[in-house]
Protein backbone atom coordinates (compact mmCIF):
# COMPACT_ATOMS: atom_id res chain seq x y z
CA UNK A 1 0.00 0.00 0.00
CA UNK A 2 1.11 3.36 -0.72
CA UNK A 3 -0.14 6.47 1.22
CA UNK A 4 0.62 10.35 1.25
CA UNK A 5 1.39 12.16 4.30
CA UNK A 6 1.08 16.29 3.92
CA UNK A 7 2.88 17.82 7.14
CA UNK A 8 1.60 21.12 8.54
CA UNK A 9 2.03 23.31 11.18
CA UNK A 10 1.33 26.75 11.76
CA UNK A 11 4.41 28.18 13.13
CA UNK A 12 6.58 28.19 10.04
CA UNK A 13 9.34 30.86 10.72
CA UNK A 14 9.34 32.34 7.27
CA UNK A 15 5.11 32.54 6.89
CA UNK A 16 3.60 31.73 9.83
CA UNK A 17 0.19 30.53 9.52
CA UNK A 18 0.72 29.68 5.61
CA UNK A 19 -1.31 26.16 6.42
CA UNK A 20 -4.78 28.46 6.12
CA UNK A 21 -3.36 30.75 4.22
CA UNK A 22 -6.58 31.44 1.55
CA UNK A 23 -5.66 30.86 -2.05
CA UNK A 24 -9.30 31.24 -3.94
CA UNK A 25 -11.14 30.41 -0.72
CA UNK A 26 -9.84 27.79 0.06
CA UNK A 27 -6.74 27.26 2.57
CA UNK A 28 -3.67 26.06 1.19
CA UNK A 29 -3.01 23.02 3.19
CA UNK A 30 -6.60 22.25 1.61
CA UNK A 31 -5.61 22.77 -2.36
CA UNK A 32 -2.72 19.83 -1.25
CA UNK A 33 -4.79 18.10 0.38
CA UNK A 34 -7.88 17.82 -2.23
CA UNK A 35 -4.80 17.58 -5.57
CA UNK A 36 -3.12 14.73 -3.78
CA UNK A 37 -5.92 12.63 -3.30
CA UNK A 38 -6.85 12.88 -7.25
CA UNK A 39 -3.18 10.94 -7.42
CA UNK A 40 -4.23 7.29 -9.59
CA UNK A 41 -1.47 5.56 -6.97
CA UNK A 42 -2.72 6.59 -3.62
CA UNK A 43 -4.52 4.24 -1.51
CA UNK A 44 -4.97 7.01 1.28
CA UNK A 45 -3.95 10.67 2.03
CA UNK A 46 -3.60 12.00 5.54
CA UNK A 47 -2.42 15.33 6.96
CA UNK A 48 -0.36 15.11 10.14
CA UNK A 49 -0.14 18.37 12.65
CA UNK A 50 0.82 19.56 16.01
CA UNK A 51 -1.63 22.17 15.57
CA UNK A 52 -5.74 22.21 16.67
CA UNK A 53 -6.60 24.61 14.02
CA UNK A 54 -5.36 22.81 11.37
CA UNK A 55 -6.71 19.35 12.41
CA UNK A 56 -10.35 21.14 12.94
CA UNK A 57 -9.96 21.97 9.20
CA UNK A 58 -8.97 18.98 8.22
CA UNK A 59 -11.92 16.74 9.71
CA UNK A 60 -14.32 19.88 8.06
CA UNK A 61 -13.22 18.41 4.63
CA UNK A 62 -13.19 15.13 5.51
CA UNK A 63 -9.31 14.31 5.94
CA UNK A 64 -7.72 12.27 7.74
CA UNK A 65 -5.64 13.88 10.36
CA UNK A 66 -3.25 12.54 12.71
CA UNK A 67 -1.98 14.50 15.58
CA UNK A 68 2.01 14.90 16.00
CA UNK A 69 4.52 16.35 18.37
CA UNK A 70 5.16 19.90 18.48
CA UNK A 71 9.05 19.63 18.49
CA UNK A 72 9.79 18.16 15.24
CA UNK A 73 11.80 20.04 13.18
CA UNK A 74 11.89 18.46 9.85
CA UNK A 75 8.70 17.15 8.12
CA UNK A 76 10.35 13.85 7.49
CA UNK A 77 9.99 13.18 11.35
CA UNK A 78 6.38 14.58 11.31
CA UNK A 79 5.31 12.07 8.97
CA UNK A 80 7.36 8.77 10.68
CA UNK A 81 5.35 9.15 13.60
CA UNK A 82 2.37 10.00 11.89
CA UNK A 83 3.31 6.56 9.42
CA UNK A 84 3.51 5.17 13.11
CA UNK A 85 0.45 6.16 14.72
CA UNK A 86 -1.39 4.94 11.52
CA UNK A 87 -0.04 1.58 11.21
CA UNK A 88 -0.13 1.11 15.12
CA UNK A 89 -4.80 2.35 14.58
CA UNK A 90 -4.84 0.06 11.27
CA UNK A 91 -2.40 -2.70 12.01
CA UNK A 92 -1.43 -2.74 8.44
CA UNK A 93 2.55 -1.72 7.03
CA UNK A 94 2.61 0.47 4.23
CA UNK A 95 5.48 -0.14 1.79
CA UNK A 96 5.42 3.81 0.29
CA UNK A 97 5.20 6.69 2.07
CA UNK A 98 4.87 10.14 0.06
CA UNK A 99 5.76 13.26 2.06
CA UNK A 100 3.75 16.09 0.31
CA UNK A 101 4.85 19.16 1.38
CA UNK A 102 2.11 21.51 2.67
CA UNK A 103 3.47 24.42 0.47
CA UNK A 104 3.22 22.96 -2.79
CA UNK A 105 -0.65 23.81 -3.44
CA UNK A 106 -0.26 24.33 -7.19
CA UNK A 107 0.85 19.98 -7.53
CA UNK A 108 -0.78 18.04 -10.03
CA UNK A 109 -0.99 14.51 -8.99
CA UNK A 110 0.83 13.05 -11.73
CA UNK A 111 3.53 14.57 -10.09
CA UNK A 112 2.68 12.39 -7.00
CA UNK A 113 2.37 9.45 -9.58
CA UNK A 114 6.03 9.74 -11.39
CA UNK A 115 7.87 9.77 -8.10
CA UNK A 116 6.15 6.17 -6.91
CA UNK A 117 6.46 4.89 -10.37
CA UNK A 118 10.15 5.30 -10.39
CA UNK A 119 10.74 4.51 -6.63
CA UNK A 120 8.74 1.11 -7.74
CA UNK A 121 10.48 0.38 -10.87
CA UNK A 122 14.00 0.33 -9.19
CA UNK A 123 14.07 -2.00 -6.41
CA UNK A 124 17.48 -0.51 -5.31
CA UNK A 125 16.26 2.92 -4.64
CA UNK A 126 15.33 3.74 -1.55
CA UNK A 127 13.64 7.44 -1.67
CA UNK A 128 12.90 10.01 -4.96
CA UNK A 129 12.14 13.70 -5.37
CA UNK A 130 10.56 15.84 -7.73
CA UNK A 131 12.55 18.73 -9.36
CA UNK A 132 11.32 21.37 -12.27
CA UNK A 133 13.13 23.56 -13.86
CA UNK A 134 13.85 26.75 -13.12
CA UNK A 135 12.90 29.48 -15.13
CA UNK A 136 13.74 33.01 -13.91
CA UNK A 137 17.17 34.01 -12.36
CA UNK A 138 14.74 35.74 -9.41
CA UNK A 139 13.80 31.69 -8.57
CA UNK A 140 17.28 30.60 -9.12
CA UNK A 141 18.87 33.43 -6.31
CA UNK A 142 15.95 32.73 -3.80
CA UNK A 143 17.34 31.00 -0.54
CA UNK A 144 13.79 29.84 0.06
CA UNK A 145 14.12 27.69 -3.42
CA UNK A 146 16.13 24.56 -2.79
CA UNK A 147 18.00 24.24 -6.13
CA UNK A 148 20.11 20.91 -6.78
CA UNK A 149 22.47 19.44 -9.87
CA UNK A 150 22.25 15.62 -10.30
CA UNK A 151 24.41 13.25 -12.71
CA UNK A 152 23.46 11.80 -15.97
CA UNK A 153 21.45 9.07 -13.83
CA UNK A 154 19.43 11.72 -12.22
CA UNK A 155 21.19 11.02 -9.07
CA UNK A 156 21.35 13.97 -6.94
CA UNK A 157 24.85 15.64 -6.31
CA UNK A 158 24.22 18.19 -4.02
CA UNK A 159 21.12 20.34 -2.89
CA UNK A 160 21.95 23.96 -1.98
CA UNK A 161 19.53 27.15 -1.14
CA UNK A 162 22.40 28.75 -2.84
CA UNK A 163 22.83 29.29 -6.87
CA UNK A 164 24.34 26.07 -8.12
CA UNK A 165 25.59 25.64 -10.99
CA UNK A 166 27.62 29.07 -10.30
CA UNK A 167 26.20 31.57 -12.50
CA UNK A 168 29.41 34.15 -11.88
CA UNK A 169 31.55 31.42 -13.15
CA UNK A 170 30.08 30.72 -16.79
CA UNK A 171 28.14 33.21 -19.22
CA UNK A 172 26.58 29.99 -21.02
CA UNK A 173 23.07 28.79 -20.47
CA UNK A 174 22.64 26.94 -17.18
CA UNK A 175 20.87 24.16 -15.99
CA UNK A 176 18.68 25.51 -13.47
CA UNK A 177 16.62 23.13 -11.39
CA UNK A 178 14.83 22.98 -8.13
CA UNK A 179 13.51 20.72 -5.63
CA UNK A 180 9.62 19.69 -5.65
CA UNK A 181 8.73 18.37 -2.30
CA UNK A 182 7.18 15.48 -3.08
CA UNK A 183 8.84 12.81 -1.63
CA UNK A 184 8.20 8.85 -2.01
CA UNK A 185 10.10 6.72 0.90
CA UNK A 186 10.14 3.31 1.68
CA UNK A 187 8.60 2.77 4.97
CA UNK A 188 11.27 1.12 6.56
CA UNK A 189 14.31 3.51 5.09
CA UNK A 190 11.91 6.60 6.41
CA UNK A 191 12.19 5.25 9.95
CA UNK A 192 15.91 4.25 9.09
CA UNK A 193 16.80 8.02 7.47
CA UNK A 194 15.29 9.36 10.78
CA UNK A 195 17.23 7.25 13.50
CA UNK A 196 20.22 8.38 11.56
CA UNK A 197 21.78 11.79 13.19
CA UNK A 198 21.71 15.22 11.25
CA UNK A 199 24.91 15.09 8.98
CA UNK A 200 27.18 18.41 8.72
CA UNK A 201 25.88 19.72 5.21
CA UNK A 202 22.05 18.81 5.86
CA UNK A 203 22.70 21.19 9.07
CA UNK A 204 24.68 23.47 7.08
CA UNK A 205 21.95 24.14 4.26
CA UNK A 206 18.95 23.25 6.42
CA UNK A 207 18.20 20.30 3.65
CA UNK A 208 17.16 17.28 4.77
CA UNK A 209 17.99 15.46 1.43
CA UNK A 210 21.76 16.19 1.82
CA UNK A 211 21.98 13.32 4.92
CA UNK A 212 20.87 10.69 2.89
CA UNK A 213 24.22 11.95 -0.19
CA UNK A 214 26.32 12.50 3.24
CA UNK A 215 25.14 8.87 4.35
CA UNK A 216 26.26 7.37 1.25
CA UNK A 217 22.86 6.95 -0.11
CA UNK A 218 21.00 7.89 -3.70
CA UNK A 219 18.32 10.39 -4.28
CA UNK A 220 16.68 9.67 -7.81
CA UNK A 221 15.37 13.25 -9.16
CA UNK A 222 12.12 12.66 -11.41
CA UNK A 223 11.63 15.87 -13.70
CA UNK A 224 8.35 17.37 -13.35
CA UNK A 225 6.19 18.53 -15.97
CA UNK A 226 4.04 20.75 -14.10
CA UNK A 227 4.42 24.72 -13.53
CA UNK A 228 4.88 24.47 -9.72
CA UNK A 229 5.36 27.46 -7.05
CA UNK A 230 5.51 26.54 -3.82
CA UNK A 231 4.96 29.21 -1.14
CA UNK A 232 7.54 30.30 1.57
CA UNK A 233 6.44 34.53 1.90
CA UNK A 234 3.46 36.13 1.25
CA UNK A 235 4.77 36.95 -2.01
CA UNK A 236 4.60 33.53 -2.95
CA UNK A 237 1.08 33.11 -1.97
CA UNK A 238 0.01 36.45 -3.95
CA UNK A 239 1.89 35.14 -7.33
CA UNK A 240 0.96 31.29 -6.77
CA UNK A 241 -3.10 33.12 -6.34
CA UNK A 242 -2.81 34.60 -9.64
CA UNK A 243 -1.38 31.53 -11.41
CA UNK A 244 -3.99 29.39 -9.98
CA UNK A 245 -6.99 31.77 -11.11
CA UNK A 246 -7.59 29.71 -14.15
CA UNK A 247 -6.72 26.19 -12.89
CA UNK A 248 -8.49 23.38 -14.69
CA UNK A 249 -7.85 20.88 -11.16
CA UNK A 250 -9.81 23.30 -8.61
CA UNK A 251 -13.23 22.46 -10.11
CA UNK A 252 -12.51 18.70 -10.04
CA UNK A 253 -11.94 18.81 -6.28
CA UNK A 254 -13.87 16.64 -3.89
CA UNK A 255 -15.62 19.02 -1.67
Known amino acids: MTI ?3 PARMASTRFPGKPMAPIHGIPMI ?20 CDEEIREYALSIGAMCIMTASTHERASDRIAEAMLTIENESGVQHETIVLVQGDEPMLHPEMIDLTV ?30 KVVFDRNLDAIYFSRE ?44 IDMLRVIESGGTVRMVKMPNHTVSVDTQEDLDMVSQLMKSDSL ?5 I
Not at 30 to 49: E, P, Q, W
Not at 168 to 187: A, N
Open 30 to 49: GHCFYRSKMSNCLDAVYIAT
Open 163 to 206: PIPSKTKWDGKLSMWKQVCIIPFRRNYLLEFNDTLQTPLEKIES
Open 250 to 254: IGRYD
Open 4 to 6: AII
Open 117 to 146: KALEEDPNLLVVNGMAEIATLKEFEDPNEI
